[in-house]
């Protein structure tokens, strides 16, 4: 009995070298499967606005030497669970909770160079701006929004630049219909031209 209190301590002292060196082991080991570029751009969603983001971007932003995709979309679509798509070379999309900066960091991304929002959701983009950008101070986040009111709360939260779908549909359709009728007028003087 007499014994016990240093038992005791020595069992203590040994779970903390044994606590420490798993840590230290734990903290050079991969904590996910998948990995990508620590400086990668972000999508957080991979709905239809998602999915046109990441291959926008995969055309844009073309690196061959890189091993590591550059672009990586998060979303938690249940038939992501066992894949990763890869759309292009340089961009990968993975199950997970792109909301989450633990998720983003487990997958090795530290210093992003771009976060876009895509979910489609008011309240989860709000949460996400603010999640991440309590993280990411630096990192430039972007999202989309339905309305000038949710812009500005987006805006407040953290978010450079907001994306209003209403008033981008109001500023795009006149412009292809103008050009539109542009180029039938540019078309009828070549076919007349051409006579």
Known sequence: MAVTPLLGGVA???????TSDNAAETKHAPMCESQVAEDAIVVCGYSSVG???????????????????????FDKQPSLIDQILTPLDNSAVLFGDGE???????????KPRAIFIACEDEEQVLAATTRLR???????????STSRREARELKAAGAIDVV????????????FLVNGSTIASDEKIIVNGSK
């Open 51 to 73: 999915k046109e983001i990441v291959n926008k971007l995969g055309q844009m932003h073309s690196e061959p030497d890189s091993t590591l995709p550059r672009i990586v979309a």
């Open 134 to 144: 309590t993280v990411f101070v630096d990192t430039p986040i972007y999202t989309r």
């Open 100 to 110: 989450n900066p633990e998720v983003l960091k487990c997958h090795g991304v530290e």
């Open 164 to 175: 209003v779908e209403h008033d981008e549909l109001a500023r795009s359709a006149p412009l």
């Open 12 to 18: 203590e002292s040994a779970s903390k070298l044994f």
